[in-house]
């Protein structure tokens, strides 16, 4: 980092808005109107001193979609929350502790049975995790950090998710190891690839382990169109014994607030 910016707080804020909409009057080629959209928001807030060093960032993702006289359905509903201290002593590695929030922000739905199921809503259920360990951040493009991570879960109508057995729990704490992964890589000067990938054990089961994988790709067409490519794999064994994925596509306006 240049030293102009060094004991400096330095926000970035971007936010992103994609939308695609058709309609059809006395159309005999055959369709329905449709209309979706989805708003990506990006905020960060960091400050590199000599000593310490702190992150703090906000990723959020909400989008709907509607089709003919069908009803609105939730494509995108994703909240990341992220805040991580760093000493630095001068080592190779340097320890850290951090705080990290994950949350639905609004309704989830199964829209696969009928009607409709309810599987999530805000902060039900809410994932807290703490940990503190030691950081490697010598590489240009990548930051990893590693640690000892207490994890817990938050429900009110969702108790699956904190007491599958009696479903009568609204709270769940769990102790294990996280890692950590960040990558951000300039693939031209309009193109920037961003990766997250954490990971969590438990204690109890340290043969099992949570899997988040966030990419996304954006390019930069003009200075407020954008394309984002956003790729996520979740695999988290109290969810769904099956590996989730998320992939989309967006063309739409990014602006940088700040």
Known sequence: MPDSLKNKWIPSFVLSAGINQIAFTNWVKGGDNSIAWTFLGDLHYDFTGDIWSFKNSIKAAYGRSKIGSSIYKTTDNDLYIENVAVYNFGWEVSPFVSNTIRSSIARGYNYSVTP?????????????????????????????????????????????????????????????????????????????????????????????????????????????????????????????????????????ITYRLL
């Open 116 to 252: 409709e199921i309810e599987t999530t809503n805000f902060f039900d259920p809410g994932y807290v995790s703490q940990s503190i360990g030691f950081t490697y951040d010598k590489y240009q493009n990548i930051i990893t950090r590693l640690g000892f991570a207490v994890q817990e879960v938050f429900a009110s109508k969702h108790k699956e998710f904190t007491d599958p057995v009696n479903l009568s729990d609204g709270f769940k704490l769990e102790t294990g190891i996280e890692s950590v992964t960040d990558v951000n890589y300039k693939l031209a000067d309009n193109i920037l690839i961003q990766s997250k990938l954490r990971l969590f054990s438990r204690f109890k089961s340290l043969d099992v382990w949570d899997v988040r994988f966030d990419n996304i790709i954006s390019a930069q067409i003009t200075k407020i169109i954008a394309v984002n490519f956003t790729y996520l794999v979740v695999y988290e064994k109290a969810q769904s014994p099956l590996t989730q994925v998320k992939e989309g596509l967006q063309i739409g």
